[in-house]
Structure formats: C-alpha cells, structure tokens
C-alpha cells in the first residue's frame, strides 16, 4: 500500500513535472492578469464615458438655468427690444440736467427712476408711468460743459416720444 503513495510523491517531486506545472500556473497568471487588465481598462473606458455625459448634461442644465433666470430679471417693460432713440445735448452739470428732467417728467405725469450706473460712469434712469418702464434715459458728461442725454422708447409710443420731447424742450429753454 505504500508503494503509490511514493510513487505519487516522487512524481510530484519530479523536477520536470515541477517545470511543467510552473509553466501552466504562468501561463493562467498572465491569463488572469491580461482578462483583469481589459477588465479594469473596459472599467475605465465605461467610467470616462459616464463622466463625460454626466459633464455635458451638466453644463446643459447651468446653461438653461442661466437662461432662465436671466430671461425673469429683465424687465423690458413698453420699451421693447428695438427702441427708438433720441439724443438730447444740454448746456450745464450732468446733475443740473438730472434734476431739469425729474422735474420736466414730473409735469408729464412721469417720473424718473434711478437705475445700476453704466461702467463708464454715465448714470442711468427708468422712465416710469403707472409703475411701468416706458423709457429709458442714460444722463452723461459730453464736454466740459455740455451733458448729453439719450432716450430710449417703444417706437410706436407716440405719448411717450411726446412727453420725451417736452422734457427735451423745456430743460434745453431753461438755461
């Protein structure tokens, strides 16, 4: 009974089995190496692919956000998009000018709003009536001494080119 049990361990000790067997645990190790490789590369691809259309439907939803909430901030009120435009140039103090037309836009039924001074300095106003923007008006320095001030209006608003041109007039007759 001893006899296979040596002749099982001297195969197993064998050095040419020992060598054969080496090389066949070789082989499946690169085998196995190799399958996890493309596995983790696959992996990698998939994870890139992922990120890359989780990156652009992000910027997507900041663009339409943006839109969004930029499209509900601006009031463009009866002005429209294309308005008209009257230039008026005024001898005087931006500030003179300022105060001649509040006052002026007063005697219309109208009254001038302050609104964010443009970065150049040139201060600018809302023309209000009943709570609503009809114009806009821009007061700046032209000169040393002249002040320019630009009126923007709906183009089919007749009252209010009307009441812009009375403003434009009186403050012009009053210095």
């Not at 000790?13 to 066949?24: I, K, S």
């Not at 996890?36 to 900041?62: D, E, G, P």
């Not at 002249?146 to 080119?161: L, R, V």
Request: include cysteine; proline fraction near 4%.
């Amino acid at each position: 009974m001893r006899l296979p049990f040596v002749y099982a361990r001297c195969l197993h000790h064998n050095p040419l089995r020992r060598m054969l067997h080496l090389v066949r645990n070789a082989s499946n190790i690169k085998r196995r190496f190799l399958i996890k490789t493309s596995h983790t590369i696959n992996i990698r691809i998939l994870l890139v692919n992922k990120i890359t259309m989780m990156v652009s439907f992000m910027k997507k939803i900041i663009i339409a956000l943006s839109i969004s909430l930029l499209g509900g901030c601006v009031d463009m009120g009866r002005v429209g998009l294309h308005p008209t435009t009257k230039t008026a140039y005024f001898d005087g103090h931006p500030f003179q000018v300022e105060s001649c037309l509040s006052v002026a836009a007063q005697d219309q039924r109208l009254y001038l709003e302050q609104d964010e001074p443009l970065p150049d300095g040139t201060k600018r106003y809302n023309l209000e009536q009943d709570d609503e923007t009809v114009a806009w008006v821009e007061i700046a320095k032209f000169s040393h001494h002249q002040t320019s001030a630009t009126f923007y209006y709906a183009p089919k608003a007749s009252d209010i080119s009307t009441a812009v041109s009375g403003m434009i007039a009186r403050c012009k007759t009053s210095r």
